[in-house]
C-alpha cells in the first residue's frame, strides 16, 4: 500500500479541498483508483489529508490534484466541480498543470470577479491584453463571448477606449428579419441577446441603459458596420463563423486609431448556407502569424458550462469526424443531380 499526505494550513481549506459532501475528493478517488481521508495533526489550524492506493503512481497524480486545489484555495479561488474534473482531465492528458485564476479581469456589479477557470481561458485573456486583434476560436461554453466583454468592461473603465461596440451576424433566420414583430431594435434583440446578457452582469441594467443612451455602448448587427471608421472603441464580433468573407474583411478594416478587436466564434457550427465558405475560417488562415494579431483555439477541456456540455461537445466532435467522408459524399451526390436537373431545364 502507498501512502502520501498533504498538510493544509486550516481546517476551512481542508473542508474546501474535500467540497460538499465530500464531493470533491470523492471524483479523485474514482478517477484514480485511491482512498482519501483526513486527520487532525499536532497543528491546531489545519489537517491532515492521507491518499492511499495500490498503485504509486496514482497516488502521486492523485496527490498531484489535491495540492493543485490547494493552491487554488489559497488564492482565494473557489473550488468547484468544473475545477476538479478539469484538473483531473488534464493531468490525465499528460498536459503541464498550470497555475489559472491569478488575475481578475473584471469585477460585476454583484461584486463577483471574473477570472480565468481553465488554463486555456488564462492564455486567452492574456493574449487579449497583449493584442490588438485577437481572434478566440472554440465549442460552445469556453468563455470567449463573456470573457471578451468582461475585458471591454474593464478597459471601458480604466478609460482605455471611450466606448464599447458589440455586433454579431443575424442569419439564424437567414438575415431575413421581416417576419418578426416590431420595429428593427426589436427584430434583432433575439440575435443580440448573449451580448445584452453578459453587458447587464458588467454594468447592471441601470448603468447599461446610460451608456446606451449616450452611445458609450453600442450593439447593433454587422450590416451596421459597414462604411464606417471605429475609433477609440473596443469591438467584439460575437458568431463570427456566420460572416462571409466579404464580411469579415469589410469588419476587420473598421478597426480605426485607439481600437482593438476581438472576434469569437465556432467553426464546428457554421449556419451559412450549403457552400459558402466562412469568413472566420478564412480569417484564420490568411492572418495567421501577422504581428499584434493573435489566434487562441480552445478545446473541449475549456468548457464551464455544465459538465454535460464538454461531453456534448465531444460526443458531437468524434461522430461529426466519423460521419465527414458519408456526408461529403451525400452532398457531392446531391450537388450533381441538381446540375443534371438545371441542365435539362436549360436544353429544354
Given at each position: ?27 479523485v478517488e474514482k478517477a484514480f483508483g485511491v482512498s ?20 504509486a503512481d496514482a497516488v502521486n497524480a492523485a496527490y ?99 466606448r464599447i461596440i458589440l455586433t454579431r451576424p443575424a ?178
Amino acid at each position: 500500500m502507498n501512502e502520501k499526505m498533504l498538510l493544509t494550513e486550516t481546517m476551512e481549506q481542508t473542508a474546501n479541498i474535500f467540497g460538499n459532501f465530500d464531493m470533491n475528493t470523492a471524483m479523485v478517488e474514482k478517477a484514480f483508483g485511491v482512498s482519501i481521508a483526513n486527520r487532525k495533526t499536532d497543528n491546531s489550524l489545519g489537517d491532515a489529508i492521507i491518499i492511499r492506493g495500490e498503485d504509486a503512481d496514482a497516488v502521486n497524480a492523485a496527490y498531484s490534484v489535491l495540492e493543485y486545489l490547494k493552491g487554488v484555495d489559497a488564492r482565494g479561488n473557489e473550488i468547484t466541480e468544473q475545477t476538479v474534473d478539469y484538473i483531473i482531465g488534464t493531468l490525465k492528458s499528460g498536459e503541464k498543470l498550470e497555475r489559472f485564476g491569478d488575475d481578475c479581469v473584471c469585477v460585476t456589479t454583484q461584486g463577483k470577479p471574473i477570472k480565468a477557470r481553465t488554463v486555456g481561458q488564462k492564455k486567452y485573456i492574456d493574449l487579449i491584453k497583449k493584442n490588438t486583434i485577437v481572434f478566440g476560436i472554440g465549442p460552445a461554453g469556453t468563455g470567449k463571448t463573456f470573457l471578451a466583454v468582461a475585458a471591454a468592461s474593464t478597459a471601458f473603465r480604466n478609460k482605455e477606449v471611450s466606448r464599447i461596440i458589440l455586433t454579431r451576424p443575424a442569419v439564424e433566420a437567414g438575415e431575413k428579419l421581416g417576419f418578426l414583430p416590431g420595429d428593427l431594435q426589436m427584430k434583432i434583440d433575439p440575435y443580440l441577446r448573449p451580448l445584452y446578457d453578459a453587458l447587464f452582469e458588467m454594468f447592471g441594467a441601470e448603468t447599461y441603459q446610460k451608456h446606451i443612451e449616450r452611445g458609450s455602448i453600442e450593439i447593433a448587427p454587422l450590416a451596421y458596420m459597414r462604411g464606417r471608421t471605429l475609433d477609440d472603441s473596443f469591438i467584439i464580433l460575437d458568431e463570427a463563423q456566420n460572416t462571409t468573407p466579404e464580411q469579415m474583411k469589410m469588419f476587420l478594416t473598421r478597426l480605426g486609431a485607439g481600437s482593438r478587436a476581438i472576434i469569437t466564434g465556432d467553426v464546428t457550427q457554421v449556419d451559412l448556407p450549403y457552400g459558402k465558405k466562412s469568413g472566420l475560417v478564412e480569417a484564420m488562415q490568411i492572418l495567421r502569424g501577422i504581428d499584434n494579431i493573435a489566434i487562441h483555439e480552445f478545446s473541449e477541456r475549456d468548457v464551464v458550462r455544465h459538465k454535460l456540455v464538454q461531453k456534448i461537445v465531444v460526443a458531437y466532435d468524434k461522430y461529426e469526424r466519423a460521419n465527414r467522408e458519408k456526408l461529403e459524399a451525400e452532398r457531392e451526390k446531391e450537388r450533381k443531380e441538381r446540375y443534371k436537373i438545371i441542365n435539362k431545364g436549360n436544353k429544354q
